[in-house]
Structures are given as C-alpha cells and as structure tokens.
C-alpha cells in the first residue's frame, strides 16, 4: 500500500464524496524488484548528491568509517532486510559500535540533515513543475509505542486507536504536499506529564530515576531535541512552520485537524510574509467567541440562526458557511454534516473567498500524512527503534524520514515522469485505471450504505477504522488484487 497517489482536482480528490481515486492499484503493490537491489539505495543518494551536501559531517569519521558511508549502511537496511545495527554489522566490517556512535552523537544536528534533503527533494521533483498545483503544509501527531520504560524521556500518552494508555512517545510531524507527492520535513517528539503529581509521566517514581540519562552540553543540538520534548506540541509546530518558511518552502495552506487548530496558528499563519497561504482546520473549541452580525457568539450559536441548510449534490453533504471575525481577523466557518440525522462538522479558514467544495478538495489533502504514517510503520519501521539513548531515537526517526524521500522521489520518476505524460497515454492502463475506478467506488458505496444503515455511525470514523485496521487493509487489498487478476486474465 505504498505511496497512494493523490489527484487535487476539480474532479478527483481522495475522500469518501469521491468514487474516481486514481491508480488504487498502487495499494497492492510495494517495492519493485528493482528498487531493492542492493545499490538501489547508492544511486538514489547520488542523485541527491549526498556527499557533498555538508562538507562537516562528511570529514566526520567514526573509527575510519567516513559520515556518508555510515549514513548510506543505515538507510540501506530495510531493503537488504536487516532489522537492527547488530545484524548489519554482520555483512559488513565495520562493527555494532561504529553505527551506535553516529546515531548517539550529540553534536550532529539530525535536523539539519533532514532539511538538507527535503530542501535537495523539493528542487528535483519540482524544477518543472508549474504553479498551478496546490501545496500545503500538513501538521499531525502520532504514537510512538515502545516496549521499555527505561528509554530516556519516554512516558505513558494516550493512543486514541487503542484506547488506552502505552508507554511511548507523541511524533509531531510536519509535511509538505507539493501537488504530487507528500513528503517529510520536520519533526519533534513529546512526553505527556500527565496530572497524577504521584505518577509523573504516568511513571512510579522509582521507575522515573531508573530511566537512561545523559548529559549533553547546552551547545549540542542534542540538548535542544532533548528539552524540546517536555515543551507542547502547538508551540513545536509554530516553531517548524517558521523554519519551513526560512528554508523557501512555498505553500498556499496550512492543514490540520482540530487538536491544533488554535488563534496562535491562525496569527502565525496571515503573519507569513512573502507569499499568499492560509489555513484550514477542524474546529472543536465551543468556548471561543467569534464576531457574527455584530454579536459575539460561539460557533454553535452561529450555526443555529442559520435557517436550513444548503445541501451539496456532489459531495452529499449538507452545509452552512459564514464570514465572521476573530479579534479583527477575517475567518470563515463551515459547517457540514452528512444526512439529515448526522453530526455536524466546524472547518475553520482564513480564506474568505474559498467555496464549500474547494474547501473540502483541499482540505482532504490531509489524508497523505495519514498515508505517511501507515506506510512508514508498516513498510519502514518507523518508531521501531528501542535504544535508550533519545539521540538515538532522534536518529533513527530521521534515516526512516530519508528512506521515505528517497522511495518517493524514485516512486515518481520509475512510475510516472521518467516515462512521459503519466499512465494515461497507454490505453491499456486507461483500461486498468477505470476499472480501479469502479472497485473503489464500490467500496465507498459500501462504506456510506453502511453508515447510512447505522444511524449515529460516522462516514469518516468508519473509513479511518477500516484504513487503519491492518488485517482489514490486507483483506481488502487482497480482494481487489483478485478482482484485477480476474479481469487481466479475461
């Protein structure tokens, strides 16, 4: 289920209003054999001219081993199937402690290293690109499970797919969508302190003092990450927004769901100099007043002197929007919900000008960060990592990101550009493309007959379970895989 593609179109759009997803195909098929030849990994740095991106870490030696070489080993892992360092130390001569030092090395700036990519993927996949195609700024948090509570700075946080407490970190990210493919740009991860003063971090307190500890001078990028994890994730993500802007990313929205849809995001977002962008997100604070018709009132006041609803045919949503303002600025509020008897929906935008269906166009490009995190877990191992050292996390977590460029970069050009003017110019993969059309409209149908049936149920929480549910995933995929093969084979 690797790198789904997602078409931003009047026309095509992944969501569940939408029945013409491009190439579902894509979601039976990983790594072609090609891609995890043994040099794969080699060319692909190459192409991104990784040995003299940064002339310091490459006289970096450990041991005799240059930076690059080290770097290159450990991204190459997962395609040559090596799960830890210590069985990759059994292929090459460099042994265990040569890797370890580098990914427990609290002078280099991990951060740095990935904005040297994602800064080199933006000029390659893009320098021929037109304008046209929306690009957004995506932010989210996911859990990072492990499996001991002596690894430095992990605590207990709450995972709302299993409903319960693990023992973990909080994984904000933040990526960029540049119209055709998604890819990662900053990250930071976060412990929850939790409000038991007798279990901090959801910690006893004699397992607290026995958690890996380590000094690192002030002067160290490290000791930055380090501390970074006990500051809130709406703060982190203010702080990655700017450097997003200071590296010369361009984007026109910001994306994020309602945990961070806050006013601080709203200023920083019409502070942005330079270029034109604004932002879209999920709403859930009932408590903020707007001004409305020169009252002040909550969104829920707003929304019931409306009247009745407007209904959109295309997306089979009913809807209300209005202008309001918050402290002087200009929003825009929507609300929707799906049927007569569903809940209803607030979407917050700075984008006064914006229509009900653009708005749900762009702002279902949020999805490809869910994307990331699925296939990052499930085909890269992202989060996997159990060393004690949280340089060592940090570490990892960036060589995953890179791995995730590098297939992203090479999944377009193999797939697509490298070949001219897409798939659509070969009829039998029209053919193909069509009939995939038809598969994932079914299963859409299926998804809105079930929710329909089940009155209270969700569209959207339902799809997200079915997506998120691996063994459910497989299944599916499996079934359309032999739905294709069928139709191949007539």
Request: proline share 1%; charged share 25%.
């Amino acid at each position: 289920m690797i790198f789904i593609k997602l078409a931003v179109s009047s026309k095509t759009t992944f969501m569940l209003q939408y029945k013409d997803i491009n190439k579902l195909s894509e979601l039976k098929n990983g790594f072609t054999h090609s891609w995890v030849e043994p040099d794969f990994i080699f060319r692909s740095l190459k192409c991104f001219s990784f040995s003299g991106m940064n002339k310091e870490l490459s006289l970096l030696k450990t041991k005799g081993y240059g930076f690059d070489w080290i770097m290159s080993m450990l991204i190459t892992m997962p395609f040559i199937g090596v799960k830890t360092v210590n069985g990759l130390s059994t292929l090459v001569q460099a042994r265990k402690d040569v890797f370890y030092r580098i990914k427990n090395n609290s002078s280099i700036s991990w951060r740095y290293i990935l904005w040297l990519f994602a800064v080199k993927f933006n000029k390659i996949a893009n320098q021929e690109y037109d304008n046209e195609r929306v690009k957004c700024l995506i932010f989210d948090d996911s859990t990072l499970q492990k499996t001991g509570k002596l690894i430095e700075k992990a605590s207990y946080i709450w995972d709302h797919v299993q409903h319960k407490c693990v023992i973990g970190f909080k994984f904000l990210l933040m990526g960029y969508w540049d119209g055709t493919s998604f890819i990662p740009l900053d990250f930071s991860l976060h412990r929850e302190e939790g409000q038991n003063k007798e279990k901090p971090y959801g910690l006893r307190k004699k397992d607290l003092k026995k958690q890996y500890k380590k000094k690192r001078s002030s002067a160290t990028h490290a000791y930055d990450r380090a501390k970074e994890a006990d500051d809130s994730k709406i703060v982190s993500m203010l702080k990655m927004l700017k450097r997003a802007v200071a590296h010369g990313f361009r984007f026109d929205y910001v994306l994020v769901d309602s945990w961070f849809t806050c006013e601080a995001l709203v200023d920083a977002v019409l502070g942005i100099k330079n270029q034109v962008t604004h932002l879209i997100g999920m709403y859930k604070n009932g408590k903020t007043f707007f001004t409305f018709r020169d009252k002040q009132q909550t969104y829920s006041q707003i929304r019931n002197c409306q009247g009745t609803p407007k209904r959109c045919r295309k997306l089979k949503l009913y809807y209300h929007q209005a202008k309001v303002k918050l402290k002087g600025k200009d929003l825009q509020l929507f609300f929707s919900k799906q049927g007569k008897n569903g809940k209803w929906k607030v979407i917050l935008t700075t984008d006064t000008t914006i229509s009900f269906i653009r708005l749900i166009e762009i702002y279902q490009i949020r999805w490809t960060i869910e994307v990331f995190f699925k296939e990052s877990k499930q085909l890269l191992a992202l989060g996997k990592c159990q060393s004690n050292d949280f340089d060592a996390q940090i570490a990892d977590l960036t060589i995953t990101m890179i791995q995730y460029m590098l297939l992203t970069i090479r999944y377009r050009y193999d797939t697509y550009e490298s070949k001219g003017a897409l798939f659509d110019q070969v009829k039998e993969q029209i053919i193909q493309q069509r009939l995939n059309e038809r598969l994932w409209g079914l299963f859409v149908e299926l998804v809105q007959l079930l929710a329909n049936l089940f009155d209270g149920i969700d569209e959207m929480e339902l799809f997200e379970k079915i997506v998120t549910d691996e063994l459910t995933m497989r299944k599916l995929t499996k079934m359309f895989q032999l739905i294709n093969e069928s139709y191949e084979a007539a």
